[in-house]
């Protein structure tokens, strides 16, 4: 019996895996067609891939600017 529920939820885990990872390639593949194109409107798929893609840290952050009086 466990064997059964294990081997269940290592499937639905891969399953949600594999939606996961080909969300993010439809959604590079989309911005790359948009952009070849010339067209500056973005999807929700391509806006979630580039947030997770993304290699930004605090390094890279624009300096801000101190609020003064």
């Known amino acids: 019996m466990i064997f059964v529920l294990a081997a269940i939820l290592a ?3 891969a399953g949600s895996t594999c939606g996961i990872f080909a969300m993010l390639v439809i959604g590079i593949h989309a911005e790359e067609r948009r952009t070849a ?3 500056a409107e ?3 798929v391509g806006t979630a891939s580039r947030r997770v893609l993304s290699t930004r840290t605090c390094d890279d952050m624009p ?4 609020a003064g009086r």
């Not at 300096?63 to 101190?66: D, G, K, L, N, S």
């Open 63 to 66: 300096a801000r600017v101190p």
């Open 37 to 39: 194109r010339g067209l």
């Open 42 to 44: 973005t999807s929700r």
């Open 11 to 13: 499937v639905f885990l």
